[in-house]
């Protein structure tokens, strides 16, 4: 990875070190994820990026005037950062022509019942309600540019778990709290879609789980983002105090438009002294999206942070979910599979800092491609002089499904001390005729065998999923081998 690479997206910031079946349920084509909505009684801004249109919506969003000066600081600090020049183009995206702000005409409801019908039609179709009432501890669904339902199970709220809309807790009770700890994980300063973010972002969840408080069920955030030519920029900010454990789902999904969208949300995650988070995405953007996104944690000691993620959508993506393992004995696990299909460039990867003594890091990967679809994975491994006797193992496995897809494994390791282990190994192959012939043999049908084997390769990431996500995942898959997408 070039150190260009390091200065822009995957850059770290040193400032950072200072504290700061059923299968039937499966459903048999992409209508799911692909309806669309009539924009009807919503309130939006003009198109482009401008001072006023921030100003704008940092007066819809109600902001302290320290968060209306902090947007104005990243506008600034976005007209001066560069586009990265070492990724996928991004020619077809032109923030003239996106809408930041897209407000559906309703407040955030509390009640299912309470959301307007054409909105709550959007998430009954893509299951959150069967979903929350059967195994969830708390939801939060997110339309454009805006939470339209949120809700907290009383077991939950009562051993003292935060989780509301990031509005809601900056502008209330906790609004000290988000301003300790907003994008100062993510810096706008960091590249030129943080520092977008930090001008325009809306929506998102706040989550704090106290002391030594254990979340037996996952809580789930969807983004859902309808509205043509638009983008999201929700924030994600969880902090997991010392001892106490999470599982938090995240899902994205959007109907395909024949015009960019655009989405460039920010994930910062803290993960305390001897405490438990796993961070599950299943993202699924339309093949019209650019998605520049950016996830970041920080682990102090005896900490673990574990990521499961899946990218099947989007047009381009540039995705690295970063760890950076400051105190000692932090531990992070990162599984995760891309499929890029017709149309995809899909830039993926994951990068583990090493601070803290003891630390150890753990990066499996299954990357897939299709139609022509180009799929690269990067990953960076930093051990620095403090971290000895830290360990590293990466393993990345990619998987060409014909003979005009691509792709690409760029690693990188920077190690600054001898008392470490650090191990990379990356496998690219093709679906083995013998195993086609095999399955064929026993009556199998080609496409069907195909598949098969698809799925048994992907197998290892789904099985770190909820049922009812492996179940989506898999059909993601399905739906890809069939060219359905």
Same mark, same amino acid.
């Given at each position: ?112 019942? /309470?959301?307007? *019908?054409?909105? @709550?039609?959007? +998430?009954? =179709? $893509?299951?959150? #309600? ?42 209330? /009770?906790?609004? *000290?709290?988000? @301003?300790?700890? +907003?994008? =100062? $994980?993510?810096? #706008? ?297």
């Amino acid at each position: 990875m070039s150190d260009t690479v390091k200065d822009s997206a995957l850059h770290f910031d040193p400032a950072i070190d200072n504290d700061t079946d059923d299968i039937n349920a499966i459903l048999e084509s992409s209508s799911i994820y692909d309806f669309k909505d009539e924009e009807t009684d919503f309130y939006k801004v003009d198109e482009g990026l401008t001072e006023d249109i921030v100003k704008q919506i940092s007066k819809e969003k109600h902001d302290p005037k320290w968060m209306q000066e902090f947007r104005l600081k990243s506008l600034e600090l976005y007209k001066k950062i560069q586009i990265p020049d070492w990724g996928p183009p991004i020619d077809g995206l032109n923030m003239d022509n996106i809408v930041t702000y897209v407000r559906p005409n309703t407040k955030m409801k509390g009640s299912w019942d /309470e959301v307007p *019908e054409e909105i @709550k039609s959007a +998430f009954d =179709k $893509l299951g959150i #309600p069967q979903a929350e009432h059967e195994y969830l501890a708390g939801v939060g669904a997110q339309y454009d540019s805006e939470l339209v339902y949120h809700n907290l199970q009383d077991h939950v709220a009562q051993q003292g778990v935060i989780y509301s809309d990031l509005e809601s807790a900056l502008n209330g /009770e906790y609004a *000290e709290m988000v @301003k300790e700890y +907003f994008m =100062k $994980l993510v810096p #706008p300063t960091d590249h030129k879609f943080a520092a977008l973010h930090g001008a325009v972002w809306s929506g998102g969840s706040f989550v704090y789980v106290p002391k030594g408080v254990k979340v037996e069920i996952p809580l789930q955030s969807y983004f859902r983002l309808n509205a043509k030519g638009a983008g999201q920029f929700e924030h994600t900010l969880i902090i997991v105090d010392e001892g106490a454990d999470l599982h938090f789902i995240e899902g994205c999904s959007a109907p395909k438009w024949n015009v960019a969208n655009l989405h460039a949300g920010c994930v910062e995650l803290y993960v305390k002294k001897n405490a438990k988070l796993r961070y599950s995405t299943i993202e699924n953007w339309s093949k019209n999206m650019y998605n520049l996104n950016t996830k970041r944690a920080l682990v102090e000691e005896g900490g673990r942070m574990e990521w499961v993620s899946g990218s099947f959508g989007s047009h381009v993506s540039y995705l690295y979910p970063t760890t950076i393992l400051k105190g000692k004995n932090a531990v992070c696990d990162y599984t995760g599979i891309t499929f890029a299909g017709k149309g995809q460039n899909l830039d993926t990867g994951c990068r583990m800092v090493h601070v803290g003594k003891n630390t150890s890091s753990l990066v499996t990967t299954k990357s897939l491609s299709k139609d022509g679809g180009i799929g690269t994975f990067r990953s960076s491994v930093e051990i620095l002089p403090t971290a000895k006797k830290s360990k590293s193992s990466v393993d990345c496995q990619s998987l060409m499904l014909d003979d005009i897809s691509r792709s690409d494994t760029i690693p990188e390791m920077d190690v600054r001390t001898d008392d470490c282990d650090i191990g990379h190994e990356a496998k690219i192959g093709r679906i083995s005729d013998d195993a086609v012939f095999y399955l064929m043999s026993r009556g199998i049908p080609e496409d069907e065998a195909r598949a098969m084997i698809v799925s048994g390769f992907a197998d290892p990431i789904s099985k770190e999923l909820p049922l009812e996500y492996a179940a989506e995942m898999n059909n993601l898959i399905k739906l890809e081998m069939e060219g359905n997408m």
